[in-house]
């Protein structure tokens, strides 16, 4: 696995920096090596422990819960556990979807002697039975369903079930054949909603598309759909491809936790090559500093962690992360911007690690999943 936490970068921005305050103002600073950088193999057992711990707190943790869901009739409105046997835990549908991810993940990449790995194994059964995915596809199935999770949870659906695929392991193997149906119906769906897709969706939240679209993609090329590659491949092109100037300045918004700019960033780098993703990125993002300077853009700010809206700006640090992170790997060797996408990567990742905490439920039942993500490198690893 490939983890794009640069630590080992904090030497280079050193020197650049050195050398810029010494020589004169039209300088070139000496070009990035990715080769010279090294990346931990595995996310540390403390982050391990620390994200896990939230993550089983939370799975089977029935309220304070969030239902969002349109109904025919007074009878259909019911308790989660009722409603969504297996993931009625963690607030709402989606968290618990990425709740069970991350655990999942963990398992998969994290410390193998970890003490927690009984305890996530017994969660994951507890919720991944026949009975309960039953009673999931029903609930996807009926006819007021509409446009429900659609695109942020099942995109994220589609994540577990890639992780799933991608572990060779006798469990895992298991678990997706019970979770399987549910994910042929999630891919049946999108393949019908994503042609009629007029235009993308660019928020900074659950409805944006880009994020969305990257974890779709992602899951089709692991799951072998050449069609749902197609579709996303076809609606990107169409939607970003002559993208140009995104006011990155205008971001983020007061509920962000995805940055429209750079998630479409690191959506298009999925599917140009390397050359045509630096031209692009040169017309989509033309401010992009080429200084070594980590300051350019400013992590987001939270005035109440208790707040469920506000605190989605300690997400958009961790999702950022990884953008600028994914973002630098894929720009050619040598090309002078990956210094300062790395720099304010470390800045971000920094900020949003630090924000996982127990303290207040409104972040600690979401927040570790973007951590985990952003600390086991996945949004990489997964291409």
Known sequence: MKTLYLTALTSILVMACSAQEMGPASIDLP???????????????????????????????????????????????????????????????????????????????????????????????????????????????????????????????????????????????????????????????????????????RLGTHNQSAFAFGLMLDWARIAGDKDMERLIIERSLAFHKDDVNCP???????????????????????????????????????SIPTDGSGDWLAPGIVTDASDGKLVHLDGVNSSRAWNLYNIARALPEGDARKASLVAAAKIHADTGVAAVSDEHYSGSHWLASFATYLMTDRGWDAN
Request: aromatic letters at 12%; one cysteine or more; proline letters at 8%.
């Open 31 to 201: 070009a990035v090596s990715t080769a010279a950088l090294e990346y931990p193999t595995q996310i540390a057992p403390e982050l391990a422990d620390r994200f896990s711990a939230l993550a089983l707190a939370c799975v089977h943790q029935e309220f304070p819960n969030k239902i969002s869901r349109t109904t025919d009739t007074a009878e259909a409105i019911g308790r989660p556990k009722d409603i969504f046997p297996a993931f009625y835990g963690c607030f709402d549908w989606h968290s618990s979807v990425h709740g069970h991810w991350l655990l999942v993940r963990l398992l998969r990449v994290g410390p193998q002697d970890a003490p927690w790995r009984a305890a996530a194994i017994a969660k994951l059964n507890q919720s991944f039975t026949a009975e309960n995915m039953a009673g999931e596809v029903a609930n996807f199935a009926r006819p007021a369903r509409g446009s429900w999770e659609r695109p942020y949870g099942v995109a994220w659906y589609l994540q577990l079930t890639a992780e799933l695929r991608e572990w060779d392991n006798p469990q895992a193997k298991l678990w997706l054949g019970t979770l399987k149906p549910l994910e042929t119906d999630i891919a049946d769906s999108l393949k019908a909603w994503l042609p009629k897709l007029a235009y993308p969706i």
């Open 248 to 286: 990155l300045a205008y971001e983020p918004s007061g509920e962000d936790f995805l940055s429209p700019c750079l998630m479409e960033a690191d959506l298009m780098r999925r599917i140009f090559s390397q050359g045509e993703f630096s031209d692009w990125l040169t017309k989509f993002m033309p």
